[in-house]
């Protein structure tokens, strides 16, 4: 398992002394399950789990998870590109939205990416999400790209530089 600085896991905002963040492991694979992926099935989230964790051993991806009092809240990913890198799959259980968690655990990404030496950052959202489009664009992110995937909703690409 890759190690990164504990100083990386201090938000850049505040939050409620009771959060903390930390990288996924292996005890995490239920919790995240129930939590954050309950509309996949057991077999489709232990693919995502172990392939997930196999590209943070390798550095090219950082899993890292939010929780309340040892309680699982949320989650989100850095994913390491060869030309930047991606936050992804942000997501915080619905009583724990509007505190500021979410900005701080893209502030905490955001910290990863540059202790990885990356300087371009994206981050996608649906176009039926506001709330997050407008996070994202108060944290200095821009729209750069809209995608419409076969299978999925419309989304926004948005881009800034970290470096």
């Known amino acids: 398992m890759i190690s990164l600085p504990p100083e990386l ?3 850049p ?7 903390a963040f ?7 694979r239920r ?3 129930a939590t954050c992926y309950a509309e996949q099935t ?17 550095g090219r991806c950082f899993w890292l998870v939010i929780t309340a009092y ?16 991606e936050c992804a799959n942000l997501f915080m259980v619905p009583e724990y939205r509007g505190q500021g968690i979410g900005t701080a655990l ?3 990404l955001t910290a990863v990416a540059r202790h990885q030496h990356v300087t371009d950052l994206e981050i996608g959202v649906t176009t039926d999400n506001p709330r997050a489009l407008a996070l994202y664009q108060r944290l ?15 989304s926004i690409i948005l881009h800034k530089e970290i470096g």
């Not at 905002?13 to 959060?19: D, F, R």
């Not at 057991?42 to 390798?58: E, G, M, S, T, Y």
């Not at 200095?140 to 299978?151: I, K, M, T, V």
Request: no cysteine; proline share 10%.
């Open 9 to 11: 896991f201090t938000p």
């Open 42 to 58: 057991a077999f489709q989230f232990q693919d995502l789990f172990n392939h997930v964790l196999r590209l943070q051993a390798q």
């Open 140 to 154: 200095g992110f821009q729209e750069d790209r809209r995608l419409h995937l076969p299978n999925s909703k419309p």
């Open 31 to 33: 919790p995240l399950h």
């Open 70 to 85: 040892d309680r699982l809240i949320g989650n989100g990913q850095l994913v390491i590109y060869p030309t930047g890198a």
């Open 13 to 19: 905002s505040a939050v409620p002394p009771y959060i």
């Open 106 to 108: 893209v502030g905490v």
């Open 22 to 28: 930390r990288l996924a492991q292996e005890a995490d």
